[in-house]
């Protein structure tokens, strides 16, 4: 798909430099040369925005952790110091919260156009994975850095999270204390949980670039769903794709400015703007509204599995609320095998189009369920919209690839595009 | 083997019928789900909007309504409610001279040293000093408080925002609705009442439906007519004095407010133009490639 370089030096130093270490020819051919179909839609320019989030992410959270001090008493006032005292701290650690927020917006958007354009078919199955792995890690530093600037929240959050993993028959509790550094959260778990936050986003990073590396080996996918397979039906990224997603760039960014600078607390929450108290637990804990629906997913399963007439139980609720939890997030890197179905488009497949609607409905339902309390009727709706995630992947996916019949086709790209374009002008015509 | 799948499956198909049902009913359901729910949802009341002149793209502090709220927690708040972020310094954003805040600090003591004979000493506050809270340490405080410890109120205009509930979070997107902390602290400050009968408050306690934690709290009404008289001649109500409290707090809970929406305005209106030359720019190159 890279195919052939087309990079030719001119200047003495580039060609000194290209038979010693080709890097300009690297960035030549994965960032002006490379072709991408020339029908991707918007949709598509969000992998270009995670990219720039990632960054920003890192240049701020660099900045921050100059002004941080990691350390119980100290770090809840540090993060408050920062924004009063600072100049363009307030900005700037507003900057880095709502950043996180936006970034998971991104990152949703994305991992739902990958679900329906079937980004994740052959031969994509790596390139998805690895980009799930990405996510798990946004997850893991997401949370890690929500825990720093120790509100009640932060603690909370921790002592609820580092608990899942004392649900793990045997060695639950001693892998939790290692976490902690302790038998509860404290001092040492900030400690770590810094330490570990300022690592993750450069192996994020590291796996950014093997998802990159792997999109190049094997082409985009487009909202046909055909492969390209001429020159016809591709165009070169600079200066197409470049300036396409130089543009839905600046518009996310000015959503993302709205809320920096006119919303700054509405994505998070009041109560970490309470200083952590190891004695008084909040009324409701919840995670940041990224993590609600898998905490619905974690509270739907509030029943014990054992055996039958005994009173043995196999998996109690709190490890069958994690396995669900994990397995939520789990089931993702077996997409690719579970979705049946040769055609990748969900434009040409009518019944899986709808699937997929229901299943986005139902996330952003479940999302809901994880900032309600677990009780009165939110129990049975977390049960039954959990039921439905897992339903969707598990039966639907698989079954819908033998029984759906797709709609029929374009032959190419450049086929689409010009069957388009041509009635698009007819249209036009027929109207003057 | 069979038992346990059997087990498995009867409990799914359960879930299943359950979850229809639920889900059938769930429109008039969930408002059901509040009152028969376990626990019991506060505050009672939510708090009340009121206009504020920080609210909004423009919004800004009113100085001579921050110095009014300066003064009633100066005379009221301070007797229990500490405020450990802010220094005598940030005054001068309520259009005190340093003069004037000078003589703001001196009026409290705090300890320094140790000096060169390795002895505390106190000495009057100077403007860099943290504000001075009525109590050594909380441990202090909260005996001196019948065990309720008066929480610090550096962000207390942040950290109070009730739940808003769907779909109003949905419309705040829209309206810029970012003034709960305000309007929650107006709300409790007039809020105080008798509690309505079937009520039992514990003694002690004192019943305010705005309360974000419970029916009651631990704090009397401080707030009364005349109790503070302000240098601006404006007339000291309840009503006058509450919000302008919560005005004073939401600026000591967000001191660069001016500054930043200020900022944010520049930078998205700079982002606009931005992008209204790349969607040309785009257009143009895009021009000779059907799509």
């Known amino acids: ?79 408050h110091l920062l924004r009063r005292d600072v100049s363009y701290g307030n900005t700037l650690q507003s900057w880095h919260a709502v950043g996180a927020s936006m970034f998971f917006i991104a990152v949703y958007i994305h991992i739902f156009r990958g679900l329906y354009y079937g980004s994740y078919k052959a031969p994509r199955e790596v390139l998805w994975i690895l980009g799930v792995v990405i996510y798990l890690l946004m997850m893991a530093t997401a949370f890690m850095g929500y825990v720093l600037p120790w ?58 670039v093997l998802h990159v590396w792997a999109l190049h080996v094997t082409g985009q996918t487009n909202p046909t769903g055909v492969e390209v397979k001429s020159k016809q039906d591709v165009i070169p990224f ?13 518009v996310f960014m000015i959503i993302m400015c709205y809320f920096v600078f006119f919303l700054p607390d509405y ?103 994880g900032s309600r309390p677990a009780e ?24 819908l690839g033998w029984f759906e019949k797709p709609l029929p086709r374009p032959a190419s790209i450049a086929d689409a595009v010009l069957a388009k374009s041509s009635s698009d002008t007819a249209e036009s015509q027929a109207q003057s | ?74 005379e009221v708040c301070a007797a229990c409610h500490s405020m450990n972020l802010l220094s005598y310094r940030n005054l001068s954003a309520l259009g005190y001279s340093e003069q004037q805040i000078k003589n703001y600090a001196a009026e409290y003591e705090v300890t320094d040293g140790p000096n060169d004979d390795g002895e505390m000493f106190e000495r009057p506050a100077l403007p860099n000093d943290r504000f001075k809270g009525p109590y050594a340490n909380e441990k202090e405080a909260a005996s001196a408080n019948n065990g309720a410890l008066p929480p610090d109120m550096s962000l207390l205009a942040k950290a109070r925002a009730p739940e808003r509930g769907f779909p109003t979070f949905i419309f705040d997107i829209f309206t810029m609705y970012a003034e709960n902390g305000a309007d929650y602290i107006y709300s409790l400050m007039t809020g105080y009442q008798d509690p309505p009968e079937g009520t039992t408050v514990q003694d002690g306690l004192h019943y305010n439906p705005f309360f974000v934690a419970g029916t009651s709290l ?13 240098d601006d001649g404006t007339k000291s109500t309840v009503d006058q004095q509450a919000r302008d409290i919560a005005a004073f707090l939401t600026w000591a809970a967000d001191p660069n407010l001016d500054q930043r929406k200020q900022r944010g305005f520049i930078v998205i209106l700079f982002l606009i133009v931005f992008a209204g030359l790349l969607y040309f720019t785009k257009k143009k190159i895009w021009s000779d490639v059907a799509h």
């Open chain 1, 238 to 250: 600079t200066p197409y794709a470049t300036v396409k997603d130089a543009f839905a760039m600046v």
């Open chain 2, 1 to 74: 083997m069979k038992t346990v799948f059997t087990k498995f499956t009867s409990k799914f198909s359960a879930v299943i019928v359950a979850s229809s049902l639920a889900l059938a009913g769930s429109t008039f359901a969930s408002s059901a789900a509040e009152d028969e729910g376990g626990t019991p949802h506060y505050p009672l009341m939510k708090p009340v909007e009121q206009s504020w002149s920080f609210a909004g793209p423009f919004g800004h502090y009113d100085k001579a309504q921050l110095q009014r709220g300066l003064k009633i927690y100066t």
């Open chain 1, 376 to 399: 009165g009727i939110w129990i049975p709706l977390m049960k039954a919209s959990t039921f439905w995630y897992f339903l969707h992947f598990i039966v639907i996916m698989p079954l």
């Open chain 1, 151 to 208: 509100g009640q929240m932060s603690y909370w959050g921790a002592q609820v999270i580092t608990n899942f993993f004392s649900a793990i028959p045997l060695v639950g509790d001693t892998v939790r204390e290692y976490l902690l550094g302790g038998y509860a959260v404290g001092n040492a778990t900030l400690n770590r949980f810094f330490s570990l936050h300022y690592l993750l986003p450069f192996m994020i990073a590291g796996i950014v």
């Open chain 2, 218 to 230: 631990a704090m009397a009404n401080p707030l009364s007519d005349d109790i503070v008289e302000f």
């Open chain 1, 1 to 79: 798909m890279s195919g052939h370089s087309t990079y030719n030096p001119t200047t003495g130093f580039g060609k000194f430099m290209d038979a010693r270490m080709p890097i300009v020819r690297l960035v030549h051919d994965s960032f002006v040369s490379f072709p991408v179909p020339r029908n991707l839609n918007n949709w598509y320019t969000f992998g270009g925005i995670l990219a720039v989030m990632l960054v920003s992410q890192i240049i701020t959270g660099i900045v921050i952790a100059m002004h941080y001090t990691p350390e119980a008493t100290m770090a809840f006032d540090s993060v």
């Open chain 1, 267 to 369: 994505l998070g929450h009041a109560d970490n703007y309470i200083v952590a108290d190891p004695l008084k637990t909040p009324a409701h804990i919840v995670p940041e509204w990224y993590f609600l629906p898998f905490y619905a997913v974690l509270r739907a399963i509030d029943f014990n599995i054992g055996i039958p007439f005994t009173d043995i139980v196999l998996i109690d609720s709190k490890l069958g609320g994690v396995l669900a939890m994990f397995g939520a997030i789990a089931v993702l890197f077996f997409v690719p095998w579970l979705d049946t179905s040769d055609v990748k488009s969900a434009n040409y497949r009518p019944t899986y189009k709808i699937f997929f609607w229901l299943f986005a409905i139902n996330a952003v339902f479940l999302g809901y369920l």
